[in-house]
């Protein structure tokens, strides 16, 4: 069974940092794009950053450049999304996800894990 799994979400003051993982299982995503989305209550699933196969190329959304950081390990199989100065609008469920490419377009990723909260108190 493929998956990929979220983990390292939580409650964070305003300011704060948190570091998400994502680790994938089943398969190797060694050679997949990977990126990471969040999703608020009410709203669309959003664009947060990607990273290519290699790591050579990462994207980010202009409202997190600069505060968050995306990185891989394909020996662990894992990808990571380090998040520091935390905003209270950072508040949302992440997910990560796997593409042929790197992309912005949600609909290009064909593995989706399950999600993990962020709460970023004022």
């Known amino acids: 069974q493929v998956q990929l799994v979220e983990s390292g979400g939580g409650l964070v003051q305003a300011g704060g940092s948190l570091r998400l993982s994502c680790k994938g299982s089943?398969?190797?995503?060694?050679?997949?794009?990977m990126g990471w989305f969040r999703q608020a209550p009410g709203k669309e699933r959003d664009f947060v950053a990607a990273?290519?196969?290699?790591?050579?190329?990462?994207y980010y959304a202009d409202s997190v450049e600069g505060r968050l950081t995306i990185s891989r390990d394909n020996i662990m199989n894992t990808v990571y999304l380090q998040m520091n100065s935390l905003k209270p609008e950072d508040t949302a469920t992440y997910y990560c996800?796997?593409?042929?490419?790197?992309?912005?377009?949600?609909?290009?990723?064909?593995?989706w894990g399950q999600g993990t909260q962020v709460t970023v108190s004022s």
């Open positions: 996800a796997a593409a042929n490419r790197i992309t912005r377009s949600p609909g290009e990723y064909r593995y």
């Open positions: 990273i290519s196969w290699n790591g050579g190329m990462t």
């Open positions: 089943g398969r190797t995503f060694r050679s997949d794009a």
